[in-house]
């Protein structure tokens, strides 16, 4: 079993309140828009991070992690890229990837609309966490913690803290 932290739309910030939120994760996988390999280094001194980069981050962010990472941790297959959509309203390189292998849970970033959502035609679960940093127009931050055990997906947790 595997307890997961996940987050997007940092846009420079790693702060007190996401490292108690996230103190029991065993991961952190983060969405994009990290805002710079600093912020990076910090999260995975704390945590192991699997991330992708997102829109706003740098040269040296996007050396080091990719736009879209698939990958599989306790049976449960996995595809992360910053700008993805929502079912029926994926982006079409994203679409075309989720058509060929469907994965059974697909996380995105962005929109800082924290969305958790069951795509019932490509039978998938649709993760994203909104923004835990303070740019944006989001009015209330938000990250997700959840448990992956052989397959399943499970105890998920939303944390909110005002801007």
Do not use: C
């Not at 846009?11 to 007190?16: A, Y």
């Not at 969405?31 to 912020?39: E, P, W, Y």
């Not at 700008?83 to 996380?107: C, D, H, T, W």
């Not at 303070?134 to 448990?147: D, N």
Request: hydrophobic share 45%; aromatic share 10%.
């Amino acid at each position: 079993m595997k307890t997961v932290g996940l987050l997007s739309d940092t846009h420079h910030l790693w702060d007190e309140k996401l490292r108690r939120f996230f103190q029991d994760a065993d991961e952190i996988w983060h969405a994009g828009d990290i805002g710079s390999l600093a912020i990076a280094d910090e999260i995975a001194a704390f945590k192991p991070l699997r991330a992708v980069y997102g829109n706003i981050d740098g040269a040296d962010v996007r050396r080091v992690y990719p736009a879209a990472l698939r990958f599989t941790v306790e049976k449960v297959e996995t595809l992360m890229t910053h700008i993805g959509g929502y079912p029926g309203r994926y982006e079409p390189a994203v679409l075309q990837e989720l058509l060929k292998s469907p994965p059974q849970l697909f996380i995105s970033g962005h929109s800082h609309i924290l969305k958790v959502m069951h795509d019932k035609k490509l039978n998938l679960l649709h993760m994203n966490p909104g923004a835990a940093g303070i740019y944006g127009f989001h009015t209330v931050r938000t990250a997700l913690r959840f448990t992956i055990d052989n397959g399943a997906i499970a105890g998920l947790e939303v944390a909110e803290w005002k801007k």
